[in-house]
Nanobody, 124 residues
Framework: QVRLLESGGGLVQVGDSLRLSCLFS?????????VGWFRRPPGKEREYVGH????????ECSDSVKGRFTISRDNVKNTVYLQMNSLNLEDTAVYYC????????????????WGRGTHVTVSS
């Protein structure tokens, strides 16, 4: 069974940086999976943050984080990273990674495997 485990969340201040990790485990080959990042701000619906394809050549981020967040992957370590810079109060959320075999997208329904999330709190 494929599993995802997010880590790296925490409490930071406005303007700080944080790097989240998404560790893939299971019997399938990680390099065959595209990975997306989503987040759920307090009291709001879960929203798309960005994604990276199975081979890492097409990372994309939503307009709300573009220029501040970047996504990368290390297929040797079975890990996808979400580097978050210049954090602001609106970035406070639970961050989730999700995986799809041989595909990616900007909608939750594209993904079949989800992690449990990691909390990011940005304070002033």
């Amino acid at each position: 069974q494929v599993r995802l485990l997010e880590s790296g969340g925490g409490l930071v201040q406005v303007g700080d940086s944080l790097r989240l990790s998404c560790l893939f485990s299971g019997p399938r080959t990680f390099s065959s999976y595209g990975v997306g990042w989503f987040r759920r701000p307090p009291g709001k619906e879960r929203e798309y943050v960005g994604h990276i394809s199975w081979n890492g050549d097409r990372p994309e981020c939503s307009d709300s984080v573009k220029g501040r967040f970047t996504i990368s992957r290390d297929n040797v370590k079975n890990t996808v990273y979400l580097q978050m810079n210049s954090l602001n109060l609106e970035d406070t959320a639970v961050y989730y990674c999700a995986a799809r075999f041989m595909g990616v997208g900007n909608r939750e329904v594209f993904y079949s495997v989800w992690g449990r999330g990691t909390h990011v709190t940005v304070s002033s």
